[in-house]
């Protein structure tokens, strides 16, 4: 089984800047996938980025040059790093882990005010 706990969200004004953490245990395979979704109010949960274990990386349009996602196998975390974040990034962002299971985190709200 796999656990996630995510944190990092929270509140912040316009252009500025957020990094969000989720840490993966239990039986974490070698070859995985993670990442992160996010579902605004009245939307459908959508891709923001995702990283697998050897590293490479895929990342949502919208998010592309302002978004890194990044990961510290040692410690089966990773990370999303937001700058010039915008109101319409505000969204449960949740951490996802995709190997021979697919698991899901809790979620934590990003704000974004304008």
């Known amino acids: 089984q796999v656990q996630l706990v995510e944190s990092g969200g929270g509140l912040v004004q316009a252009g500025g800047s957020l990094r969000l953490s989720c840490a993966a245990s239990g039986s974490i395979s070698s070859l995985n996938v993670m990442g992160w979704y996010r579902q605004a109010p009245g939307k459908q949960r959508e891709l923001v980025a995702i990283i697998r274990s050897g590293g490479t990386t895929n990342y949502a349009d919208s998010v592309k040059g302002r978004f890194t996602i990044s990961r510290d196998n040692a410690k089966n975390t990773v990370y999303l790093q937001m700058n010039s974040l915008k109101p319409e990034d505000t969204a449960v962002y949740y951490c996802?882990?995709?190997?021979?299971?697919?698991?899901w985190g809790r979620g934590t709200l990003v704000t974004v005010s304008s």
């Open positions: 996802y882990y995709g190997s021979i299971v697919v698991v």
